[in-house]
């Protein structure tokens, strides 16, 4: 079994949207999946909620709780465990990276994310784990143009010395609209391009969780 911990020190850049989507689309990949809510506030909940019987299994717990919970699952045969994060307290979220093979770092393209993730890719470093940044809730191209403020942090971000996802998230209605239904974008509007990016990003994670590959970044 694989643990993905979805972190950012930062409220509301996107770790709940980017949980939830990961965990349907491992789930309806076919892989035994566990999405542990280890926050309080208990939105991967809210949203999987709407889904009940169809998967992904929730668990509902405390930070306390996460290695017993992800003992519990290697030995009932899960595939994955996608473990969504509260923004504090800093004690849950480095207990959440002390259980993943790979930390996905949220950020969106703005200066205080960018700092946040900073510290954020340093824990995950002392902690000797791997993190793989993803950018969330950009704006989109402009007739096929970058706009600067992606173009910034993505060279901002190459100071944490952490691999960026070569596909982010852009910010679209889509991501909404999903989640307060309980589906994924691509469950929601298949072959919409918030649907396409989840998609590209699970093609980068699911070597990862299926222990096939290592991450691949953008170039340059
Ligand atoms: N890619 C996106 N496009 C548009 N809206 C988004 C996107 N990602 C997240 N949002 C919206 O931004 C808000 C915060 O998202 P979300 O709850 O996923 O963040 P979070 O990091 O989990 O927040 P918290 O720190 O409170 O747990 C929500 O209203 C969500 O619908
Ligand atoms: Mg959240």
Redesign the pocket.
């Known amino acids: 079994m694989k643990t993905l911990a979805v972190i950012?020190r930062?409220?509301?850049?996107?770790?709940?949207?980017?949980s939830v989507n990961l965990a349907i689309t491992a789930h309806l990949a076919g892989l035994r999946t566990m999405l542990a809510d280890i926050?309080p506030?208990r939105?991967a909940s809210d949203a999987l909620r709407a889904r009940v019987g169809e998967g992904p299994t929730l668990a509902e717990i405390n930070a306390g709780k996460l290695f017993s919970t992800q003992v519990q699952a290697q030995n009932t045969d899960f595939d994955a465990l996608v473990i969504?994060t509260?923004?504090s307290p800093e004690s849950d979220v480095l207990q959440a990276i002390n259980c993943a093979d790979l930390c996905v770092l949220?950020c969106r393209p703005t200066f205080l994310d960018i700092a946040s993730v900073v510290r954020s890719a340093e824990a995950v470093r002392r902690l000797g784990k791997k993190g793989l940044i993803v950018l969330?809730?950009a704006p989109p191209r402009r007739n096929g143009v970058e706009p600067p403020a992606v173009l910034k942090a993505a060279e901002a971000l190459r100071f944490t010395g952490m691999p960026l996802a070569a596909v982010g998230?852009?910010?679209?209605?889509a991501?909404?609209q999903s989640?307060a239904h309980g589906r994924s974008v691509c469950e929601w509007d298949p072959g919409s391009p918030a649907a396409e990016e989840i998609s590209r990003l699970w093609a980068l994670l699911a070597p990862i969780l299926l222990g096939q590959g290592d991450i691949r970044v953008r170039a340059g």
């Open positions: 950012s930062k409220g509301g850049a996107g770790k709940t949207t980017l926050d506030q939105s969504d509260p923004a949220v969330s809730q998230l852009r910010a679209r209605a991501f909404q989640i």
